[in-house]
């Protein structure tokens, strides 16, 4: 008799269980059904609002394609620069540059190719003496290209005063001052003089394997005031021929592919980055003294005192917090990057 009883409470807490389970499971399912729909809309509605406050930027190139100019070229490149270059663009800076200025720190990455155009050569800059020797006037480098990466070039940093959206045209301008920049530290490192010797050194090879039986020589570029010379008479014209052939080691013969890959050294981190980190306590102090004093000075001048004096107050404060915070962002991103650079 007390088996059975046993038996039958089991039964009946195994029985409660499961029921109890069951009511869970239906309770859960039907909750979470009823919240579906609330969370796709919300899902939905934050897709809008990321849309609309980040909205992707849509490219429709225009069908028809206008070809203006189709040229014939001969041009041998002979050397690439590759050139990274901090540019600090800005306008607006003044006393109230926290209200009006509009300043961006941009990284160009670009690259410099030069050689000679040998569209440019003459009858007259390619003659045989009397001994069979070949001599080439090649014309002077240039350089081809100077252009900017623009997958590798970006804007670091940019800081727009309180009333103002920014210039629209500013990084177009510090793209073209990059441009140029990077043109002129090529042409500082000597790209024109090492353009030349690359392309000495390689037509050198390319017409010594035709088993020239005199030789090949180069003759200095033309001056003003030169005239064509004669065939046959080089030795006698202004007495100035470069000749790599003979005279020329391994090492120098080789020295073009292994210099066609040198790039600059890279830019150091511009002193007046470190600079800012340090002006962040003069910079909230000077926000809130020029909200004072300007509050202060309309105050007296329309009589209103002291609301305009309250109001510079709040604008200085939130200038110079604002500062603050652009400030602790900025040494943030610059502890990120120097954590992910390669050591």
């Known amino acids: ?136 006037r090649l014309p002077d480098p240039e350089i081809f290209v100077a252009t900017l990466d623009n997958e590798l070039s970006y804007v670091y940093d940019r800081d727009t005063g309180l009333l103002t959206r920014g210039d629209i045209t500013l990084e177009a301008a510090a793209r073209q001052a990059a441009e140029d920049e990077i043109r002129r530290a090529a042409l500082l490192d000597g790209i024109l003089d090492q353009a030349r010797v690359n392309a000495e050194n390689y037509l050198y090879r390319l017409l010594r394997s035709l088993a020239l039986r005199g030789g090949v020589h180069f003759a200095r570029p033309w001056r003003r005031g030169d005239r064509p010379h ?62 004072l004093f300007a509050g202060k000075f309309l105050d007296d001048y329309f009589g209103t005192a002291p609301w305009l004096l309250l109001t510079g107050l709040i604008f200085g404060c939130i200038a110079g917090f604002r500062s603050l915070y652009r400030m602790g962002r900025q040494m943030m991103r610059d502890l990120k990057n120097e954590d992910e650079a390669p050591r």
């Open 1 to 136: 008799m007390l088996g059975m009883r046993t038996g039958i409470l089991v039964l009946l807490v195994v029985g409660v269980v499961l029921v109890a389970g069951l009511a869970v499971w239906l309770v859960a399912t039907t909750v979470r059904v009823s919240t579906e729909p609330v969370a796709r809309l919300s899902a939905d509605v934050g897709t809008q609002v990321a849309q609309i406050l980040h909205p992707t930027p849509t490219i429709r190139p225009d069908p028809v394609t206008i070809v203006r100019e189709v040229r014939s070229l001969a041009r041998l490149e002979t050397i690439q620069y590759t050139v990274e270059k901090v540019i600090t663009a800005e306008t607006g800076q003044g006393p109230f540059g926290f209200l009006f200025g509009d300043r961006l720190l941009f990284v160009a990455h670009g690259a410099v190719i030069a050689g000679v155009d040998l569209g440019q050569l003459g009858p007259e800059d390619v003659w045989f003496d009397s001994e069979g020797r070949v001599y080439i």
């Open 230 to 291: 004669p065939r046959g008479g080089g030795a006698r014209h202004g007495g100035r021929v470069a000749a790599p052939a003979r005279g020329m080691g391994a090492a120098q013969r080789g020295g073009a592919g292994k210099q066609e890959g040198r790039t600059m050294a890279k830019p150091k981190k511009p002193m007046q980055q470190y600079l800012r980190y340090t002006a962040v306590g003069i910079e909230l102090g000077l926000s809130v003294l020029v909200g």
